[in-house]
């Protein structure tokens, strides 16, 4: 009996997997998610395959979860950008967070399916907390190896220390979902592995236990570039 790993590798839909493990677990059912990044208030045509990821994994008997972020959504994601992103002013970030949602609910419409905002968890921190309790945990030079912040190193543009952080943020993202919804299955784009695999070290380091990440292959244009500008309004997505 084929597993969803199974399945989506076939298809040419996986990418990499954090342990082979996984493809062994054919009864384990995993809480999943996918963070989203606000950066409009709609969802673009690269953000259908993490979508029809969710789908795929909610047609195995696995519970999807969709994150929209609130709180990276302040920071940006660098992963894939040759240019630091410009900040989302709070009127503006507060619509897309909307609009995200309401695309999600509409498209994954799962009873199962959870949405959340990481603002939520974010907000009450303080940042010297943050920097004893999770920073402690992070070694720079294992930072500055990931490729994506390798990429802008080498570029005139370099990089800033509030870009450099947002692996940080991610990471925490996956520990709070692992204590407080069982997630132990982070999933997303080719160019997430570092982020994700941040979260699994994370969870390893300071809860002793096992947690696992799996990417897919991004949608792009001919020149191989990530599609980012192409958006389009869903309505339905099907797993065939």
């Not at 677990?25 to 989203?36: A, E, K, L, N, T």
């Not at 969802?43 to 993490?50: C, K, M, W």
């Not at 519970?63 to 894939?80: L, Q």
Request: charged letters at 25%.
């Amino acid at each position: 009996m084929k597993n969803i790993f199974d399945v989506l590798e076939e298809r040419g839909f996986l990418d990499a997997i954090t342990h082979q493990e996984l493809k062994t677990h054919q009864d384990q059912r995993f809480h999943v998610y996918i963070g989203f990044d606000p950066t409009a208030d709609s969802l673009h045509l690269g953000n259908l395959v993490g979508i029809m990821a969710l789908a795929w994994f909610h047609k195995f008997g696995h519970t999807p979860i969709a994150i929209v972020g609130g709180a990276t959504g302040m920071i940006g994601d660098p992963s894939g950008k040759s240019v630091e992103r410009n900040l989302l002013d709070p009127t503006t970030l507060a619509g897309n967070l909307i609009g995200i949602a309401k695309s999600l609910m509409q498209v994954l419409h799962f009873p199962e399916l959870q949405v959340l905002n990481n603002y939520d968890w974010f907000k009450e921190m303080r940042f010297l907390d943050f920097l004893r309790e999770i920073g402690k945990h992070f070694r720079v030079s294992a930072m500055l190896a990931k490729d994506s912040v390798k990429a802008r190193l080498s570029t005139e543009e370099g990089m800033s220390f509030t870009e450099l952080s947002y692996q940080l943020l991610q990471a925490y993202d996956y520990l709070y979902l692992f204590d407080h919804h069982g997630v132990k299955l982070q999933l997303g784009g080719s160019d997430q592995w570092g982020n994700i695999t941040a979260g699994v070290e994370l969870i390893r380091k300071m809860r002793g236990k096992s947690a696992y990440g799996a990417t897919f292959r991004l949608l792009t244009r001919s020149d191989g570039k990530k599609i980012w500008q192409i958006r389009r309004r869903c309505h339905l997505v099907k797993c065939r």
